[in-house]
């Protein structure tokens, strides 16, 4: 049993690791890398975002090994390491606790302690599917793409004291769009022909206007910071939606200098006005319909015969065995499932049907049952 010092000071080494990793971002492809990071697990706080991506950096979603198998029907690989985050430890407080600490609330934070979870990729079992990747199949489709950023921009305009206009890109000065701190105004070029580009830059602006306002506490920060900020913005919000912004530049994270206090603020920041993007953008896409629930086998089993859907059984199941991608794989054992199911139902019907038909059919009675099953 490690004693109290032994798991402190595992506690301060994953921090630590944590820590050096971030220290690390000092080239465009290590930053894409965290902010890749930063999109999927957005509802995670900095820490553990950090802690996520010191572990394991290709991670796309985790989840407990409880909950793997109770809410995603998908078990933990044998001999899966696991990624450790923080959890806080509250506490309900004493009066002389509340005295010690000035507060009036009843409960506080005394500590943390690191809970193992485990990625999508360390599992086996049904597919997991949400609904980023309907999203991202239907902002395929440009229209879709100028839908959401009319309707950004007309959120803007209304729910907010920020007021976004359009004029021509040749007034601009070769520049996409821009924020005007002094009116808090953002302006886009309105006919920028990539209609992605267009959604990205008003993403890069609003950052701008959220982070380096006049009233923002960071108003001040270096032009270069700055910019790699709100461009940084930009792409996690992009990413989140699933629009390809593998030829937007990010810069360089060494503009901001190896300082660790800096670095650790200003992702901060970016994690802050990301997570607000992107709930934004994730209500936006359910008012204009591009999230589609789960789409469902693409023949109808009902209309299979019994033949054809035992087949068709058998054929998964072969498939399957052959199958080397893990995500096909996947795939295929909820196509089985949906053929086992069928099978199933029929199965259950066909015995209903028998018994209704055969009324004067003795059925054992339970005490006879209990007898066999001994």
Do not use: C
Request: no cysteine; hydrophobic share 35%.
């Amino acid at each position: 049993m490690p004693s109290k010092a032994d798991v402190k000071a595992w506690k301060a080494q994953l921090v630590a690791q944590a820590e050096q990793q971030i220290l690390k971002l000092t080239d465009s492809d290590r930053f894409k890398q965290y902010l890749n990071t930063l999109a999927k697990f957005h509802h995670y706080s900095a820490r553990n975002i950090d802690l996520i991506y010191a572990q394991n950096p290709q991670a796309t979603q985790v989840a407990g090994f409880k909950q793997w198998q109770t809410a995603f029907n998908r078990t933990v690989n044998r001999g899966a390491k696991s990624i450790r985050i923080a959890a806080p430890i509250i506490k309900k407080l004493t009066p002389a606790e509340q005295k010690r600490l000035d507060t009036t609330d009843e409960r506080a934070i005394v500590g943390y302690r690191y809970l193992p979870i485990f990625d999508v990729a360390q599992t086996s079992g049904d597919p997991v599917l949400s609904a980023k990747d309907f999203v991202k199949e239907n902002l395929a489709d440009h229209q879709n793409v100028t839908s959401l950023y009319n309707a950004f921009k007309d959120y803007l305009n209304q729910q907010t004291d920020l007021k976004v206009s359009e004029v021509p890109l040749a007034t601009l000065n070769g520049a996409k769009g821009y924020f005007q701190p002094s009116t808090n105004e953002i302006v886009i070029g309105g006919d920028e022909p990539d209609n992605a580009l267009k959604l990205k830059t008003l993403y890069h602006e609003y950052a701008h206007s959220q982070l380096h306002g006049l009233k923002s506490a960071f108003k001040d920060r270096p032009r270069a910071y700055q910019e790699t900020q709100a461009e940084a913005v930009a792409y996690v919000a992009m990413q989140n939606i699933g629009v390809d912004t593998s030829n937007y530049s990010l810069g360089y994270v060494a503009t901001w200098a190896k300082d660790k206090a800096v670095i650790h603020s200003a992702l901060s920041e970016i994690q802050q006005v990301s997570n607000k993007v992107i709930e934004l953008s994730d209500g936006l896409t359910k008012q204009l319909g591009l999230q589609e629930a789960p789409k469902e086998p693409e023949h109808d089993l009902k209309e299979l015969s019994a033949q054809d859907l035992n087949k068709s059984y058998q054929g998964l199941q072969q498939k399957i065995k052959q199958a080397t991608d893990s995500q096909q794989k996947s795939e295929l054992k909820t196509q089985l499932n949906y053929v086992h199911q069928e099978i199933s139902n029929r199965t259950q019907k066909q015995l209903q049907d028998f018994v209704r038909q055969n009324p004067k059919i003795k059925q054992p009675v339970q005490d006879e049952v209990k007898q066999r099953q001994l």
